[in-house]
Nanobody, 120 residues
Framework: QVQLVESGGGLVQAGGSLRLSCAAS????????MGWFRQRPGLEREFVAR????????YYADSVKGRFTISRDNAKSTAYLQMNRLKPEDTAIYYC?????????????WGQGIQVTVSS
């Protein structure tokens, strides 16, 4: 059984930064692609970013491109989402996820989510 636990969320003013962390246990983290998603108030859950198992091929939603950076430290079984120049519309519950296999981005395992609130 694999578990993901997000941390690092909170309240920040517009223009500020936060770094979310996602600690994994119960699976060989290093061989699975991972991603970050978010659900903004009143909206469906949306894709934010993804990264390959080795930490390459980062890919971002247009809404966060240039502001957010996805990364991972496989030695620590931890993934990160560095969020810079935050905007009020970034307010959401953020989820990390692991792919169900090592060769796709079919996300199967989800964290519990963590709140990020950006004030104007």
């Amino acid at each position: 059984q694999v578990q993901l636990v997000e941390s690092g969320g909170g309240l920040v003013q517009a223009g500020g930064s936060l770094r979310l962390s996602c600690a994994a246990s119960g699976r060989t983290f290093s061989i699975y692609p991972m991603g970050w998603f978010r659900q903004r108030p009143g909206l469906e859950r949306e894709f934010v970013a993804r990264i390959s198992a080795s930490g390459g091929s980062p890919y971002y939603a247009d809404s966060v491109k240039g502001r957010f950076t996805i990364s991972r430290d496989n030695a620590k079984s931890t993934a990160y989402l560095q969020m810079n120049r935050l905007k009020p519309e970034d307010t959401a519950i953020y989820y990390c996820a692991l792919s169900k296999n090592s060769w796709s981005y079919e996300f199967e395992i989800w964290g519990q989510g963590i709140q990020v609130t950006v004030s104007s």
